[in-house]
């Protein structure tokens, strides 16, 4: 069940880039089957470790606090993803995929500023980033 979990995780968040790419907001009709999703993947198979799941969530509820502080510097949409990785992954593992994704990000942003194709004003959307973070994941725990 590990492995379709994974799969159809990847598969959400490769049609939230898209979406946050083409519309620059992810809706929340979307959003909310994911955190039900992550709830009822817990609820059921569930390997015996809420903590690591309540930490996971942990995690996105501070994303939520950070994107409300900053008047969504990090978007909600963004940090609702989060919130639901955190939910499926746990802590350990959401920090593992947002290491992945914020150096991805990084080095995007670098290679476009030394380009001087974008100011640094300029907002990008970080979903595909998330989704480029979630796939390293994988690659890394392929056993």
Known sequence: MWKISRGLL????????YIDVRDRKIPVRILLPGVLGGILYQAVWN??????????????IVFLLISKVTCEGIGYGDSVVILILGIFLGGKELVEVLFFSFFI?????????CRKKMSRKYEMPFLPFLTAGYLCYLIGNLH
């Open 10 to 17: 990847l598969i959400f968040l490769a049609l939230l880039s």
């Open 47 to 60: 390997r015996g470790d809420w903590m690591t799941s309540v930490m996971g969530t942990g995690v996105g």
């Open 105 to 113: 990000l990084v080095v995007f942003a670098i290679a476009i500023l």
